[in-house]
């Protein structure tokens, strides 16, 4: 975001004409619109964050704390930054503190139970949502999160059960939806999840995760054209979910469309650098294309990002040797092994490119 525009920001208040029903009452120490209320340094440390200036959204937002310490939008803002300057603990602390006032917005209690696994404390995220779900039995989300605490102990029949309960309570309870595909996507039966999605889409169907997973399905029972149709949906509803950029962009490519695929993996790239699918695919269509100088660099990046899998060790083998780099190829190939040794193809081929150096 521009300097201007959070300078901007930061000389002019927000003020909202909430239509109150006293005709102008006088509001409560601390709420008041002016130039130091917990609603100016809560957005304004909402801006910073947004730029990524750090320091400066934790500056705000422990003015705005200072005026109300149970401010939620302003805590949402502080988990946010400590999660964004890697301060996980800490981030946790603050979820925990919102889910145990009642408050708790959607999607806190999830990223709670994802905080208790970065952090080690499997076994306390799950005492601590035993007693979430005593006292709040129909809320889908904390189901949901026993779910996720679940999986982390490797317990998948425990986890795929408390997601179908969260299902059950919430139709449109996307996390659920999402980790079960994931497990049923282990047993190849993914698509038996293609009636609770439904359903989903048929109560809300601009739902981003319920299009996307939708197309996911869709693309596993072979039906391309509907798989994109869905796809395309979903971005449309979110041009900036990394993850059905990806899909689409894979999709894409699978087509033979190199061009759009390239075009709209680069997008996911830009919008979520972490995404591994997005990065191996780009790289994948990019090779596909003939532009394997480029497939190289995007490869070279996912592993400098610490990413290792046999899928990026191939990938950068055939660039490699594309490029006549077949020192690199023999060394790429090798890795691949390493990760997986049951693969003859990969074998074969790191044969025949030593076979031909020597």
């Not at 290792?308 to 690199?328: C, D, I, M, W």
Request: glycine share 6%; charged share 25%; proline share 4%.
């Amino acid at each position: 975001m521009p300097a201007w525009i959070v300078d901007l920001f930061a000389r002019y208040a927000w003020s909202y004409d909430t239509g109150d029903a006293d005709g102008g009452a006088e509001r409560a120490p601390g709420t008041e619109l002016s130039g130091d209320t917990v609603t100016y340094h809560s957005n304004l440390a909402a801006l910073q964050l947004k730029a990524k200036h750090y320091d400066l959204a934790e500056t705000e937002v422990n003015a705005a704390l200072r005026l109300i310490p149970d401010y939620v939008p302003a805590l949402m803002t502080q988990a946010a930054i400590f999660q964004a300057t890697r301060r996980p603990q800490d981030a946790l602390e603050v979820y925990r503190r919102v889910a145990e006032s009642g408050q708790a917005e959607s999607g806190i209690f999830t990223a709670l139970a994802n905080l208790y696994v970065k952090t080690g404390g499997v076994d306390q995220g799950i005492t601590e949502f035993t007693k979430f779900h005593q006292q709040r039995p129909a809320v889908a989300e904390i189901v949901s999160a026993l779910g996720i605490l679940a999986e982390a102990k490797t317990d998948l029949p425990g986890a795929e059960i408390l997601y179908r309960q969260a299902l059950d309570i919430d139709p449109l309870a996307a996390e659920a939806a999402a980790r079960l595909y994931e497990i049923l996507k282990k047993r190849h039966q993914e698509a038996t999840l293609e009636p609770v999605v439904t359903r989903a889409l048929s109560a809300n169907a601009n739902s981003v995760v319920h299009q996307n997973l939708m197309g996911l399905i869709r693309e596993a029972k072979g039906d391309l054209t509907a798989s994109e149709e869905h796809f395309r949906r979903a971005v449309a509803l979110d041009p900036d979910y990394a993850g059905v950029l990806a899909n689409l962009g894979s999709l894409l490519a699978r087509t033979g469309r190199s061009a759009e695929a390239i075009s709209t993996l680069s997008r996911a790239v830009e919008k979520e650098p972490g995404n591994y699918e997005a990065r191996i695919n780009l790289g994948a269509a990019l090779g596909k294309a003939g532009r394997h100088a480029e497939a190289i660099q995007v490869f070279e990046e996912a592993r400098q990002r610490g990413f290792r899998s046999p899928t990026l060790f191939n990938g950068l083998a055939v660039a490699y040797h594309e490029t006549g780099q077949y020192q690199k190829c023999i060394e790429s190939l090798k890795e691949s092994l390493a990760a997986d040794p049951n693969q003859p193809q990969v074998r074969e081929m790191l044969a025949e490119v030593v076979a031909r150096r020597s």
